[in-house]
Nanobody
């Protein structure tokens, strides 16, 4: 599966963004998807993940209550609604996918990656 992330940009603290990740290719098989982010000088970290149906989600503690993941299987697209943005959320956000019925939280468990979209939050 190929992934294309979009929706990043420059926003002020307290603002909102919605990121999208469009999948193409072998999308008929069930696959879980996830969002990760990488800030300058830091390792890539887990943000959230969602299973094929959208009925199972996981969130990093640092984003619970502010981030909401969803997916539209008809459009083969995953979304990340980000509210109450903080300067600490500044990072390149990557979407990832793995052919699995369960969700994973570590980068090594995902086989396919998008190119990333930059989110910059100004204070």
């Amino acid at each position: 599966v190929q992934l294309q992330a979009s929706g990043g940009g420059l926003v002020q603290a307290g603002g909102s963004l919605r990121l999208s990740c469009a999948a193409s290719g072998r999308t008929s098989s069930r696959y879980a998807m996830g969002w990760f982010r990488q800030a300058p000088g830091k390792e890539r970290e887990f943000v959230t993940a969602i299973n094929w149906s959208g009925g199972m989600t996981r969130y990093a503690d640092s984003v619970k209550g502010r981030f909401t993941v969803s997916r539209d299987t008809a459009k083969n697209t995953m979304y990340l609604q980000i509210n109450s943005l903080e300067p600490e959320d500044t990072a390149v956000y990557y979407c990832a996918a793995v052919y699995s019925v369960v969700v994973y939280t570590t980068p090594s468990q995902y086989d396919y990656w998008g190119q990333g979209t930059l989110v910059t939050v100004s204070s």
